[in-house]
C-alpha cells in the first residue's frame, strides 16, 4: 500500500469512527430534541398512523421506540428493525417498559430479513430521510408486502416552496452531518411512486422543528398490480 492510500485509508477509518460515536450520541440526544415537535403535533401523527396496522407488521427504522406506545391490540406479530445500536437500546427499553411483544431486528431497511409477501403492514415514520438508499429500501417493503398488504408512512419531504427548497438545498451537508444521515430535501413521494407505489398522502407541517424539516406527507401506499 502507497502512503497516500494508507493516507486516505486512516482518513476513511477516522471519518467512520466519529460518525459512529456522533450516532451514539443521537441516540441520546434525539428524543429530547424532537420533544417539541411530538407535544404539538407529532405524537398524535404516530398515534393515527400506526391505529390502522394489522396482521403482521414491520417498522423499518423504529429508532428510539417513539412509535412503540401506539401500536394496537391484536396484532399477528410485530417486527421492529433499528441498525444502529444505541438506537436499538433505548427501542428495547421501552418495549420491556410497555411489556410489549415484539421482536427487535437488526436490519437496515435496504436488507429485511424477512420472507417475500408475508407481511400485512409495514411502518416508515422519519426514515426514509435517513436511509442511504431509499429506493432500495421501498423495492424490499413492495417485496415483503403480501398482496394487498399497506405501507403506513409519515415523512419530511423536498418542499414545494421554491425558497424553501432552496434553503434546504444550502443546508443539507451540515444538517446532515448533524441529524445523523438525514436528507431534508428528498423527494420521497416521487421516489415511492417511482418504485412502483400507487400513494395516498396529505401534506402537512412539522411544528416545532426547523423549517428545512417542516415539510411533511402522512399516508399509506399500496404495490401496484
Not at 112 to 139: G, K, N, Q, W
Amino acid at each position: 500500500m502507497t502512503e497516500t492510500a494508507a493516507s486516505e485509508s486512516r482518513t476513511d477509518h477516522e471519518a467512520s469512527t466519529s460518525y459512529s460515536a456522533w450516532l451514539r450520541v443521537m441516540a441520546v440526544l434525539y428524543d429530547p430534541f424532537v420533544w417539541l415537535g411530538e407535544l404539538v403535533g407529532m405524537r398524535r401523527r404516530r398515534r393515527a398512523l400506526v391505529s390502522d396496522a394489522y396482521g403482521r407488521v414491520v417498522e423499518i427504522g423504529a429508532g428510539t421506540g417513539l412509535n412503540v406506545a401506539h401500536y394496537p391490540e391484536g396484532l399477528d406479530e410485530l417486527v421492529l428493525t433499528e441498525p444502529e445500536p444505541g438506537m436499538r437500546r433505548k427501542l428495547a427499553r421501552k418495549v420491556r417498559r410497555r411489556a410489549l411483544a415484539a421482536r427487535i431486528v437488526d436490519a437496515p431497511a435496504e436488507s429485511l430479513p424477512l420472507a417475500d409477501a408475508s407481511v400485512d403492514t409495514v411502518v416508515s415514520t422519519l426514515v426514509l430521510c435517513t436511509v442511504d438508499h431509499p429506493e432500495r429500501a421501498l423495492r424490499e417493503i413492495a417485496r415483503i408486502l403480501r398482496p394487498g398488504g399497506r405501507l403506513l408512512f409519515l415523512e419530511h419531504v423536498r418542499a414545494s416552496s421554491r425558497f424553501l427548497a432552496a434553503c434546504q438545498d444550502a443546508l443539507l451537508r451540515p444538517w446532515r452531518g448533524f441529524a445523523g444521515g438525514c436528507v431534508c430535501n428528498r423527494p420521497t413521494l416521487e421516489l415511492m411512486r417511482g418504485c412502483g407505489f400507487t400513494v395516498e398522502a396529505e401534506d402537512q407541517v412539522w411544528r416545532g422543528m426547523p423549517a428545512i424539516v417542516h415539510p411533511l406527507i402522512v399516508g399509506s401506499a399500496t404495490v401496484s398490480p
